[in-house]
């Protein structure tokens, strides 16, 4: 969760959110790095130790400012890449969950049960609980179990909407007619939030995600029960 005058992004809660906070520090020290050269490099030149005609017309300088932003480039892809092909990927999933996009609210479906199916609404703020937090909560939460593969297939009934949970490090578009996928694993128990990341109409900023990750004991109770009541 974000907390005030906080820098920098959440705290990872999956596997793949810590690889993208690497790749971005990674990428980030890398801007630095050429930001500085560049820098320097500009300096010298407006002072004369840099304006000599035999330097600045340098076929060996031509040559490495050709071939050494090159080599930035493929030291920047290979890691993203491998980043990208990491979170195509599903791992053997324990369970999977269907979230599907409607003007304005999630239904998610637990294929995986029987009976389990409900939608989730943002809760109004004259109806907010002490600690709750305002146009973030839900009047029903996912709930997964936390340690395990959890597959996420994401569509969409009307407009295009988009499934996005920061500290899961997940983003997929809910497309009418089409279904995609994604996947993340909790690495400890919490609760998590997240908001429509596509703008899907008047009501776009008032879709939340929120998902209650639970031991996975707490989670066999609580799916029993939620089928029973169901």
């Not at 990208?84 to 294929?111: C, F, I, R, S």
């Not at 578009?173 to 996947?183: H, K, M």
């Not at 694993?185 to 596509?198: H, T």
Request: proline residues 6%; negative net charge.
């Amino acid at each position: 969760m974000a907390y005030p005058m906080q820098l920098g992004l959440q705290d990872a809660a999956s596997p793949m959110m810590e690889e993208l906070l690497k790749f971005h520090d990674y990428a980030l020290m890398t801007v630095l790095v050429i930001s500085a050269i560049v820098l320097y490099i500009m300096f010298l030149v407006v002072s004369s130790d840099f304006t000599d005609k035999l330097v600045l017309d340098s076929q060996r300088i031509e040559t490495v400012w050709t071939i050494l932003p090159a080599l930035v480039l493929v030291a920047v892809a290979i890691p993203s890449l491998r980043l990208l092909y990491y979170m195509d990927e599903n791992n053997d999933p324990q369970m999977t969950v269907k979230a599907v996009g409607h003007q304005w609210y999630w239904t998610y479906e637990y294929t995986d049960f029987e009976g389990i199916e409900f939608d989730a609404y943002m809760v109004p703020t004259s109806d907010l609980a002490p600690g709750n937090f305002r146009l973030l909560e839900t009047d029903n939460r996912m709930v997964t179990p936390s340690k395990a593969t959890v597959r996420m297939l994401v569509t969409s009934e009307d407009v295009i909407h988009s499934w996005a949970l920061p500290a899961f490090g997940v983003k997929v578009d809910a497309v009418p007619g089409r279904l995609n996928q994604t996947s993340f694993m909790a690495q400890r128990p919490g609760v998590f939030y997240g908001q429509c990341s596509e703008i899907c109409g008047v009501n776009h900023s008032f879709m939340p995600i929120v998902v209650e990750t639970t031991p996975v004991d707490h989670f066999e109770v609580w799916s029993m029960f939620f089928a029973s009541e169901g």
